[in-house]
C-alpha cells in the first residue's frame, strides 16, 4: 500500500511537470534561440517564436520528387533560411487538415492562441479579415509586388481596398478526366490534347459523354458529384453558375434562385438520377470521389493544379496505378467556367506587436526572396516574373493562361463567407435526395444565406 | 462473485431457448466481421480495397500501408499521448476520488449529505454539454495543447466517488476505531487500514477510468492542437479525413488505434467484468 | 462544551481535507462552467459587440427549425438506443447466462470488443461499409434491391443507421452489466422456481427481470446520458447530413461552437441539454441516495 502511494504521489509529480513541461512548451522553445542568440554578436533583438499553420499545399520544397518530400518541407525550409539570418526567430510548422481549419482556428480564436502566421487560400480565409483576426499587409507590400501580381490576384487578397494576404500562388479549379476510359468508351473526339484543358458544353456532357461512360464501361462511375460537407464546394458553386446566374447581386446577396441558377441545379440533379454521377453524392466528401478517381473507378472528376501535381507525383512513384489524365472546363453555356484559388501568407492578430511585426518580416521574406518564389511552380506562380522563369517546367501553363478569361471572383471576400459555405451543402443534399426541389432548396439557400451575409456584417469589424 | 451452477440446474433447454442461442451466436460472430474487414483491409493496396465484391481474404498481403502511417504519422508518439493522458487523468481520480469517497462515508463533517449528493447528481452531466466554458477556461489558463488541459477537466468526473463509496461503506467502523485507538491519525487509518479493503475497487474503477479516457474524443480533438499532441483517437480520425487516395492507409491507422486497447483487455479481462459491475448492481 | 466544539472542528476541517481535492477539481469543472455557460448565454458576442440579450438566444433557439430537428432527432435516438441497448442486452443475457463459462465469455467478449476499441475506430470501419460509391453494405443491398441504396443519405434510414453503429458500438456494456446482476440473485430463489417446474420463460420473465430492475434503471440514465452527448459517430457517419436530418443537439452545439463561431447559442444549447440531463437524472438519483 505504502508503495501504491508512494507511486501515486510520484505521479502527481510527474502530472505537476507535465503541466508545466508542456504549458510552457513555447518558453522551452524561445529559450533556445536565446541562447543562440548570445553566440551571435551583435544581434540583441528579443527571441520571438511564431507558430505557423497550413493546410496540405504541396509536397517537398520545390518539387514533390524530393526525397522525404511533405506537405511541410517548403515552409520549414523557408523558416530555417530565414532562422539563418534571424537567429532570435524560431517558427514552428504545422500542418493542419482542411476540414478542421474553421474549427481550429475559430477555437484559437476564442481563445486568443491564435497562431502567427497562416498559409491557406484567400477565400476560404475572409471570415477572419472580418472578426478582426488577420492584420493588414499593405505595408510590407512593394510597387514591385503590385507591378510583378497581377490585378485579379490582388482582388482576391483585398477587402475594401485593404490588403490581408500576401498571395503566393494560385491554383485554378477544372474537371479532370481519364482519357483512357473515354478511348474505351469510344469517346475520342471529346478527348483533347494531353497539355490541354478541354471545353465541352453542358449538353455534350449531358447526353453523349456520361451516358457512354455509364453505358460501356462496368464498375466506374461516370462523374464525380459530392456534398457531404463544405470541402470542395467551389465545384458545385461552379456548375450552379453554369448557365449564367449572376450568384450574388450588385449589393452583393445572394441572388442565384434565379431562372439559370435553377436550371443549372436541375441538371446536376438530373446527371444524379440518372445514374450519370457516382451514386450517394449527399454523404461522399470531395476526397471520397477523389479517392476513386485515382483508383479508377470515377471517369470525370474535379482537380486544381496542385491536386493535378500530387496525382502526376503518386503515378510517377507507383503509388496508384498510372493512367492517362486530362484537363476539362467545367462547361458552360455560353462560355465555360473557371476560379482559381489564390493562396498565401497572413499574418494574424495575436495582439502581440514583436511576434505580428516579426510575422510580417517572415512573409515578406519568403514572398520575396528570389529563389523561394520559385516554389510557387508545384501550383501556379502569380508573379509574373517566376512564370516567365519556369514557364518551359509548368507544360499546362499555356493552357491556363489560356483559361483565365472564363474565371470569376467566387467569393467576394465577404464577411461571413465560412458560414456561408455551410448553408449550401445542406440544400443540395435536399435536392439531390428529393426532399426539395431545386427551385426550394435554392430559395432555402438564399433565405438562409442572405441572412448570414447579414449578420456577417453586422459582426465584421471592416463594416463597423 | 459466486460462480453461479445455474447451468445445470436450469438445462430444461427448450426450443425457444434455442433458437435465441443461436440468433445470440450469430450476431456475436457478426460483430467480429467488422474488425476483420478492418484488418484484412489494412494489408491490401488502394486498387484491391476499391474491389467491388472483395477479396474476402487478401489476394496478396502488403505491410506499406503501416509502415507509411509510422514514417508519415507520429503514431508512437500519439500512443505515448494516449497512454500518458489515460494513466495520469486516472491515478488523480484514483486518488481524490478515494479520499473523498472514505470522507463521504466513514467521516462526520458538516454538510456531509450535501457534498454527496452534489457528487451524485453530477453524476449524470457530461462534460461534453460545457465545452464551451470548459474551452474557455482551459485557454485562460494557458493550456490548450498541453496534457494538463486534456487531463484536469477529466478529473472533475464523480464517478469515482459514487463508486468507492459503495466500497469503503462495507468495511465495518470498527476497524477505523481500532486504528484511532492506537493513536493513528486519519490518513493514516485510510492508507494502512482501509484502502488495502477495497483493493477492487480501486483496480475496477482504475481500468473503467483508464479506457474512458482512452476512448475520449471530442474534448482532445479541441485541446489538442499540434499533430505531435494528438491522442491516438484524435490522429487516427485526423487521417480519416486527410487527403489520402489510400484507403488501406486509413484502415492500417484504425488497426492500431484498437490494437492497445485489445491486449490490455485480454490482459485485464475480470477487472473490465467485475469492474463495470460494481458501481450500480448493488443488492 | 468548548472541548465539544474543538473536536466537532477538527472533524470537520478532516472531513473537508477528504473531500477537498475532489471538491475543488469539481467547482473549477462542473460548477463554474455551468455558471459560466450560463452568462454566455445571455450575451451576443460578436467580433465588435458584446452586448446583454437576456433570454433572446433561447428565443431564436426555439425559432430555428434545425435546433428543433436536432432535438426530435435526440428524442428519436435517446428512445432507439436505449430501447435497443437494454432489450437486446437483456435478451442476450438470458439467453446466455445458463450455458457453459467458455460459452459465456466468447459472447460476452464479441460484444463488448466495440466497446473497447472504441467508436471512434467503429465508425470508421462502418463509414467504409456504408460508403454509397464503393461500400460492401451499400454494394450488397444494391444488388439484392436492384436500386442504388445509400442508407447515410436517406433522411429515412440515417438515423437508424446511427443508432444501429451506436447499439451494436455499446451494448456490450449492457450484457456485461446484466450478466454480472443475473449472477448476483440467489441460486435458491431460481432453484425453487425449477422445482416448481417453471419453464426458462416463467423464471425470466417472473423471476429474473423484476430482480435486475436495478440495474436497468442504471444502464438507461448512463445510456442516455451517453447518447446526448454522441458525438463521434455523428461526425463520421453523417456530419449531421442529409440535410440536417441527422442532427443532434450535441453536434449542433459543436457546430455553433467550432464551425460558425457562435458560442452564445452554443453556450445556450448547452444550459437546454443541461436541463434536460438533469430532468432524466432525478429519478436515477433519488434511487441512488435512498442506497447511498
Redesign the interface.
Known amino acids: 500500500m505504502k508503495k501504491l502511494f508512494a507511486m501515486l504521489l510520484a505521479l502527481c509529480m510527474v502530472v505537476g511537470l507535465c503541466a508545466c513541461g508542456s504549458s510552457s512548451g513555447n518558453t522551452a522553445t524561445t529559450a533556445a534561440p536565446a541562447a543562440n542568440n548570445g553566440e551571435s554578436a551583435g544581434s540583441n533583438e528579443a527571441p520571438v517564436t511564431l507558430t505557423m499553420w497550413l493546410t496540405p499545399q504541396w509536397k517537398g520544397v520545390f518539387s514533390g520528387s524530393e526525397e522525404g518530400a511533405d506537405y511541410d518541407s517548403f515552409f520549414k525550409e523557408a523558416a530555417s533560411r530565414y532562422t539563418a539570418q534571424h537567429p532570435n526567430v524560431t517558427i514552428k510548422v504545422e500542418v493542419i487538415s482542411g476540414d478542421t481549419r474553421d474549427e481550429k482556428l475559430r477555437a484559437a480564436e476564442a481563445s486568443d492562441s491564435l497562431p502567427d502566421i497562416v498559409y491557406e487560400g484567400a477565400f476560404t480565409m475572409s471570415s477572419y479579415y472580418h472578426s478582426g483576426s488577420i492584420v493588414t499587409l499593405d505595408d510590407i507590400i512593394s510597387d514591385e509586388d503590385k507591378a510583378d501580381i497581377g490585378e485579379g490576384i490582388w482582388e482576391n487578397c483585398q477587402v475594401e481596398g485593404k490588403t490581408f494576404v500576401f498571395p503566393f500562388a494560385h491554383m485554378p479549379g477544372t474537371l479532370i478526366y481519364n482519357a483512357d476510359m473515354f478511348r474505351e468508351a469510344g469517346l475520342d473526339k471529346y478527348i483533347g490534347e494531353q497539355y490541354e484543358i478541354i471545353t465541352w458544353t453542358p449538353d455534350e456532357l449531358k447526353n453523349e459523354i456520361l451516358p457512354a461512360l455509364r453505358d460501356n464501361l462496368s464498375g466506374v462511375y461516370p462523374m464525380s458529384l459530392f456534398a457531404m460537407n463544405n470541402q470542395a464546394d467551389t465545384w458545385n458553386l461552379s456548375y450552379l453558375r453554369m448557365f449564367g446566374s449572376k450568384f450574388f447581386d450588385d449589393d452583393g446577396y445572394l441572388c442565384v434562385n434565379d431562372e439559370a441558377g435553377v436550371k443549372a441545379l436541375q441538371y446536376i440533379v438530373d446527371l444524379y438520377n440518372d445514374g450519370l454521377t457516382v451514386p450517394g453524392a449527399e454523404s461522399l466528401t470531395s476526397n471520397d470521389c477523389n479517392a476513386m478517381f485515382q483508383n479508377k473507378q470515377i471517369a470525370v472528376s474535379f482537380t486544381n493544379s496542385t491536386l493535378l501535381t500530387n496525382l502526376l507525383n503518386d503515378m510517377a512513384a507507383g503509388n496508384i496505378e498510372s493512367f492517362d489524365a486530362r484537363l476539362a472546363n467545367i462547361p458552360g453555356d455560353p462560355e465555360p467556367k473557371s476560379f482559381t484559388y489564390v493562396s498565401g501568407f497572413m499574418a494574424m492578430n495575436t495582439k502581440d506587436d514583436a511576434r505580428i511585426a516579426a510575422s510580417k518580416d517572415f512573409i515578406k521574406f519568403v514572398c520575396t526572396d528570389p529563389e523561394l518564389v520559385l516554389a510557387s511552380k508545384n501550383t501556379l506562380p502569380v508573379r509574373a516574373s517566376v512564370t516567365e522563369q519556369v514557364k518551359d517546367e509548368l507544360p499546362y501553363l499555356a493552357a491556363y493562361t489560356a483559361n483565365q478569361k472564363y474565371i470569376f471572383n467566387f467569393s467576394n471576400n465577404m464577411p461571413g463567407y465560412s458560414e456561408l459555405r455551410n448553408v449550401l451543402f445542406p440544400e443540395l443534399q435536399a435536392a439531390l435526395t428529393g426532399e426539395k426541389t431545386p427551385q426550394e432548396a435554392l430559395d432555402s439557400y438564399v433565405e438562409k444565406g442572405n441572412a448570414v451575409i447579414k449578420e456577417g456584417r453586422e459582426g465584421s469589424v471592416i463594416y463597423n | 462473485?459466486?460462480?453461479?451452477?445455474?447451468?445445470n440446474?436450469?438445462?430444461?433447454a427448450?426450443k425457444?431457448?434455442l433458437v435465441?442461442?443461436i440468433l445470440?451466436?450469430l450476431?456475436?460472430?457478426v460483430?467480429?466481421f467488422?474488425?476483420y474487414?478492418?484488418l484484412t483491409?489494412s494489408v491490401k493496396n488502394?486498387?484491391a480495397i476499391?474491389k467491388?465484391?472483395?477479396d474476402w481474404w487478401p489476394k496478396t498481403f502488403q505491410y506499406k500501408n503501416y509502415v507509411d502511417l509510422f514514417k508519415?504519422q507520429p503514431a508512437f508518439r500519439w500512443a505515448l499521448n494516449s497512454f500518458?493522458v489515460a494513466?495520469?487523468t486516472t491515478?488523480?481520480v484514483?486518488?481524490?476520488?478515494s479520499?473523498?469517497a472514505?470522507?463521504?462515508s466513514k467521516?462526520?463533517?458538516?454538510g456531509?449529505g450535501v457534498?454527496?449528493?452534489?457528487?451524485?447528481?453530477?453524476?449524470?452531466?457530461?462534460?461534453?454539454?460545457?465545452?464551451?466554458?470548459?474551452?474557455?477556461?482551459?485557454?485562460?489558463?494557458?493550456?490548450?495543447?498541453?496534457?494538463?488541459?486534456m487531463?484536469?477537466?477529466n478529473?472533475?468526473s464523480?464517478f469515482g466517488?459514487?463508486l468507492l463509496?459503495?466500497f469503503f461503506?462495507t468495511v465495518p467502523d470498527s476497524i477505523r476505531e481500532s486504528g484511532k485507538l492506537d493513536g493513528a491519525g486519519?490518513f493514516t487509518v485510510?492508507?494502512?487500514l482501509v484502502?488495502?479493503i477495497v483493493k477492487p475497487g480501486i483496480g475496477a474503477l482504475f481500468i473503467l477510468n483508464f479506457?474512458n479516457i482512452?476512448?475520449d474524443?471530442?474534448w482532445q480533438m479541441?485541446v489538442a492542437?499540434?499533430?505531435n499532441?494528438m491522442t491516438l483517437?484524435v490522429g487516427?480520425?485526423?487521417i480519416?479525413?486527410?487527403?489520402?487516395?489510400?484507403?488501406g492507409y486509413?484502415?492500417a491507422g484504425?488497426a492500431v488505434?484498437?490494437v492497445p486497447?485489445?491486449i490490455i483487455?485480454i490482459c485485464f479481462?475480470r477487472y473490465?467484468?467485475?469492474g463495470?459491475?460494481m458501481?450500480?448492481?448493488?443488492? | 462544551m468548548t472541548q465539544h466544539k474543538q473536536r466537532r472542528l477538527r472533524q470537520n476541517l478532516t472531513g473537508y481535507a477528504f473531500v477537498g481535492p475532489q471538491l475543488l477539481f469539481f467547482a473549477v469543472f462542473t460548477i463554474y462552467p455551468i455558471f459560466e455557460g450560463l452568462r454566455l448565454s445571455l450575451y451576443k458576442s460578436t467580433a465588435v459587440e458584446n452586448t446583454f440579450v437576456g433570454m433572446q438566444n433561447y428565443i431564436n433557439l426555439f425559432q430555428d427549425p434545425v435546433f428543433i430537428r436536432a432535438m426530435l432527432n435526440t428524442l428519436f435516438l435517446v428512445v432507439v438506443i436505449t430501447l435497443g441497448n437494454l432489450l437486446l442486452g437483456l435478451l442476450i443475457s438470458l439467453a446466455i447466462f445458463d450455458k457453459k463459462p467458455g460459452y459465456v465469455s466468447f459472447v460476452r467478449s464479441t460484444f463488448y470488443l466495440p466497446v473497447i476499441v472504441s467508436t471512434v475506430v467503429m465508425a470508421m470501419v462502418w463509414k467504409f461499409l456504408l460508403n454509397p460509391a464503393n461500400g460492401l453494405v451499400n454494394y450488397y443491398l444494391g444488388k439484392a434491391t436492384g436500386k442504388t441504396v445509400n442508407l447515410l443519405g436517406n433522411a429515412n434510414t440515417v438515423l437508424w443507421v446511427i443508432a444501429f453503429v451506436t447499439i451494436v458500438a455499446s451494448v456490450g456494456t449492457s450484457i456485461i452489466m446484466y450478466i454480472a446482476s443475473i449472477n448476483g440473485i440467489s441460486t435458491e430463489m431460481l432453484e425453487a422456481a425449477k422445482v416448481d417446474g417453471a419453464s426458462k420463460l416463467r423464471v425470466c420473465t417472473k423471476i429474473i427481470i423484476p430482480l435486475v430492475r436495478p440495474t436497468t434503471l442504471y444502464l438507461s440514465v448512463t445510456t442516455i446520458i451517453s447518447i446526448l452527448k454522441l458525438f463521434v459517430i455523428i461526425q463520421l457517419l453523417s456530419d449531421g447530413g442529409p440535410n440536417n436530418a441527422s442532427m443532434t443537439m450535441m453536434y449542433y452545439l459543436y457546430r455553433n461552437a467550432f464551425f460558425y463561431n457562435k458560442m452564445y447559442v452554443a453556450s445556450a444549447v448547452g444550459m437546454v441539454m443541461f436541463a434536460l440531463a438533469v430532468i432524466i437524472a432525478i429519478p436515477q438519483f433519488i434511487s441512488m441516495r435512498k442506497e447511498g
Request: aromatic share 12%.
Open positions: 462473485m459466486k460462480k453461479s451452477n445455474l447451468g440446474r436450469l438445462k430444461r427448450d425457444l431457448d435465441v442461442n445470440v451466436f450476431m456475436a460472430v460483430n467480429l467488422p474488425f474487414y478492418l483491409n488502394s486498387a476499391f467491388m465484391p472483395p508519415g500518458v494513466l495520469i491515478l488523480l484514483v486518488l481524490c476520488a479520499l473523498a472514505y470522507g463521504c467521516l462526520h463533517f458538516t456531509r457534498v454527496y449528493a452534489i457528487f451524485i447528481g453530477a453524476l449524470m452531466i457530461p462534460k461534453e454539454i460545457f465545452i464551451v466554458p470548459l474551452f474557455r477556461i482551459i485557454t485562460k489558463f494557458n493550456l490548450v495543447d498541453t496534457y494538463a488541459g487531463i484536469l477537466p478529473v472533475a464523480t466517488v459514487f463509496k459503495g461503506d486519519e485510510f492508507r494502512k484502502m488495502p479506457v482512452w476512448n474524443y471530442l479541441l492542437r499540434s499533430k499532441m483517437m487516427t480520425a485526423s480519416m479525413q486527410e487527403i489520402s487516395p489510400n484507403y486509413k484502415m484504425a488505434a484498437s486497447m485489445l483487455f479481462q473490465f467484468t467485475s463495470i459491475t458501481g450500480a448492481v448493488k443488492e
